[in-house]
């Protein structure tokens, strides 16, 4: 295991838009991995009429929404916990589970990283292999476990090498977890756009693992962070019974429990992304696929991690030159195992992929 120090996010808009000049409405954002077809159509149409929930307040329990999730999960309402993003529950978590150390599988996502430290712990870092395609060796990441780990932290589909761990393979690792007595955390934030989802998913595995927890929201897939909606899917009755004990009353306000309601029975608009993503994200990766002076690893999320190969070209480069030109990628020099060779960047409208497409190959 690597132990691994501070690293930063890339820039945000504001930022950018005081550099370049460049005002953030004009933006297309290639590097926030938001659902290119915006929130959900039958949302925007019918989210202003139930604006008198706001003079109630909101179920504390959630009960109707809880029940929406469980619909679109499979899974029991009583495992369903809600929270004001996924921030919260993962802060609440760690918090409860107080861990001394854990481990996170890198490069990924900083915020575990952050939480475990407010709280007092240590993370170490195992690394994913580029030679393996940035797949998890499960055998080799099973026999480096040990009964001084408290917590591991898996983001499935991984950010930012877009790559996943299968449910066969999830298994294995919460099997020997369970001998280690080591808690599991799974951020599923980017499960939803992958075409092999059932096989992908552990929500099935909360029926049998009481060592597991897991993470999602609305801000990626249903195109809404700005409304502040997470859940957490877990079958440990004790966990959750502290998670709603620590939680403060009322988390979700009252037109995000009905616009998480509506958002989560749109089976035409889950459809629809569904359907986009998984055709601009095998047309893309077949697009640079076919270039020598790239090297792409296979996604399966909604979003791509590309290597340049070019000697004297790097991602801070590539950053700019796509930026004068109102777009924002990804530059991965930030990440724990990466370097200034690698870029990210999500999947957008077929326009706008060819647009980026043809800023990121010219000679």
């Given at each position: 295991m690597i132990r691994h120090k501070d690293h930063f996010h890339g820039s945000d808009l504001e930022k950018i838009e005081q550099v370049?000049?460049?005002?953030?409405?004009?933006?297309?954002?290639?590097?926030?991995?938001?659902?290119?077809?915006?929130?959900?159509?039958?949302l925007r149409r019918t989210l202003s009429e139930k604006i008198d929930a706001i003079t109630t307040y909101p179920d504390r329990d959630y009960v109707s929404l809880r029940k929406c999730i469980a619909d679109y999960t499979g899974t029991d309402l009583e495992h369903i916990i809600v929270g004001n993003g996924s921030t919260e529950l993962i802060s609440l978590f760690i918090q409860i589970e107080h861990p001394k150390k854990a481990v996170v599988i890198g490069p990924s996502y900083s915020e575990y990283e952050r939480e475990i430290a407010l709280g007092g712990g240590t993370t170490l870092y195992y690394p994913l292999r580029e030679e393996d395609g940035f797949f998890l060796n499960t055998a080799d990441f099973i026999s480096q476990l040990k009964d001084d780990i408290d917590l591991l932290v898996l983001c499935n589909p991984n950010n930012p090498t877009s790559t996943c761990i299968t449910k066969k393979s999830m298994r294995l690792i919460l099997d020997a977890c369970l001998q280690h007595g080591i808690y599991v955390m799974v951020d599923e934030t980017y499960v939803e756009f992958a075409d092999n989802m059932e096989q992908i998913t552990c929500?099935?595995?909360?029926?049998?693992?009481?060592?597991?927890?897991?993470?999602?929201?609305?801000?990626?897939?249903?195109?809404?962070?700005?409304?502040?909606?997470?859940?957490?899917v877990t079958g440990n009755r004790d966990l959750i019974k502290m998670i709603n004990t620590r939680k403060n009353p009322w988390t979700i306000n009252s037109l995000a429990a009905i616009a998480g309601e509506i958002m989560f029975q749109d089976e035409a608009y889950i459809r629809e992304t569904k359907t986009?993503?998984?055709?601009?994200?095998?047309?893309?990766?077949?697009?640079?696929?076919?270039?020598?002076?790239?090297?792409?690893?296979?996604?399966?999320?909604?979003?791509?991690?590309?290597?340049?190969?070019?000697?004297?070209?790097?991602?801070?480069?590539?950053f700019d030159r796509a930026i004068r030109r109102a777009m924002m990628i990804r530059d991965c020099s930030t990440f724990p195992f990466l370097d200034d060779k690698f870029i990210r960047f999500c999947f957008m409208m077929p326009d706008m992929n060819d647009a980026l497409a043809a800023c990121i190959l010219e000679d």
């Open positions: 370049y000049g460049i005002k953030k409405e004009e933006i297309t954002s290639f590097s926030a991995n938001v659902n290119p077809l915006g929130i959900s159509p039958v929500v099935p595995l909360t029926n049998y693992y009481n060592n597991l927890v897991i993470l999602r929201g609305t801000s990626k897939f249903f195109a809404a962070p700005g409304l502040r909606l997470g859940y957490a986009l993503i998984s055709a601009e994200r095998r047309r893309m990766y077949e697009l640079f696929s076919a270039r020598d002076d790239f090297k792409v690893y296979e996604p399966s999320g909604n979003f791509m991690l590309v290597k340049i190969l070019k000697p004297h070209l790097t991602s801070q480069d590539l």
